[in-house]
């Protein structure tokens, strides 16, 4: 029996072999920038936890930063933003990718 992987594939502008952009085993791609700089990546399974991780990857192959615990949605345009889902208790947070600190969004229809 083998083992599952989940890849976060990416073909550069202009250049014919795909990267990987995968981190762990269980990455798969949420966003893009709007410069094609950078990738906001889930991550699954072991190294992802109980509710998944978000990763920030640039395109050029410098290692994966861990942006925060939860669901990876989407970047805003200038990536410096990235949406996040969070389980428990249930909620959706803006998160800097840089600098800074996540702002939770009040969304009444989420429930615990």
Do not use: H, Q
């Amino acid at each position: 029996m083998g083992t599952a992987r989940n890849e976060a594939l990416f073909l550069p502008a202009g250049e014919t072999e795909e990267k990987d952009l995968s981190w762990f085993s269980g990455t798969d791609a949420a966003d893009i920038s709007a410069d094609g700089k950078a990738v906001l990546l889930r991550e699954a399974g072991e190294a992802g936890g109980p509710g998944g991780a978000a990763y920030l990857r640039r395109v050029d192959g410098s290692p994966a930063v861990k942006v925060t615990e939860g669901t990876a949605e989407a970047l805003s345009r200038d990536a410096k933003w990235a949406a996040c889902i969070r389980e428990s208790p249930p909620r959706i947070l803006l998160v800097p990718t840089g600098a800074g600190e996540s702002r939770s969004l009040v969304n009444e229809g989420f429930e615990e």
